[in-house]
T-cell receptor, first 117, second 113 residues
């Protein structure tokens, strides 16, 4: 069964460093999302992306964050200058076009754990 | 604004006992509703979903949930809990149009042997 894959599974970085988290969505999906989960807290929406542009972003998604689809398969989240509070699990998700048979489901990857020291 | 409330932060049940996890949502239209389970340090596993039709939906691992429009609820149930069900459970509502999810704060389930 097709799945969303994320790399790295765990990254440790120093405060102030740039980090890129990578996601390979399911191949025929057109909509992509990033979510964040700080340890012990709920999963929060960061950004959605369609047709090579951001569709919606939350207030968490400030100028330190950016997303990109650099080629036909990858979808990346970049944090420009990491802060301690960026330590979290980051989930990528994707979905197909919402046709008649679509059930509203997002397909999540296993997550990338980011630890900022 | 859309929101999801899971009133119980922690629930402890004995193995073999029944379970009900509560979820209430605030949303103007018919929502897409989901339950996910997460073990510590792991990803999100979809248990079940509701988008239309029969209001009682069956999921994996013996879980079911019932959509009650009048109560804006989508409670998760299991008739007999197993020790392996100990985990965090998240309810989510999918917003029509964007289909982004809004998650609840989660309920941590502890199972006593």
């Amino acid at each position: 069964e097709p799945e969303v894959t994320q790399t790295p599974s765990h990254q440790v970085t120093q405060m102030g460093q740039e980090v890129i988290l990578r996601c390979v969505p399911i191949s025929n999906h057109l909509y992509f999302y990033w979510y964040r989960q700080i340890l012990g807290q709920k999963v929060e929406f960061l950004v959605s992306f369609y047709n090579n542009e951001i569709s919606e972003k939350s207030e968490i998604f400030d100028d330190q964050f950016s997303v990109e689809r650099p080629d036909g398969s990858n979808f990346t989240l970049k944090i420009r200058s990491t802060k301690l509070e960026d330590s979290a699990m980051y989930f990528c998700a994707s979905r197909p076009l919402a046709g008649a048979a679509y059930t509203g489901e997002l397909f999540f990857g296993e997550g990338s754990r980011l630890t900022v020291l | 604004a859309q929101s999801v409330t899971q009133p119980d932060i922690h629930i402890t049940v004995s193995e073999g006992a029944s379970l009900e996890l509560r979820c209430n949502y605030s949303y103007g239209a018919t929502p897409y509703l989901f339950w996910y389970v997460q073990s510590p340090g792991q990803g999100l596993q979809l248990l079940l979903k509701y988008f239309s039709g029969d209001t009682l939906v069956q999921g994996i691992k013996g879980f079911e949930a019932e959509f009650k429009r009048s109560q804006s609820s989508f409670n998760l149930r299991k008739p007999s809990v197993h020790w392996s069900d100990a985990a965090e459970y998240f309810c989510a509502v999918g917003v029509s149009g964007t289909y982004k999810y809004i998650f609840g704060t989660g309920t941590r389930l502890k199972v006593l042997a």
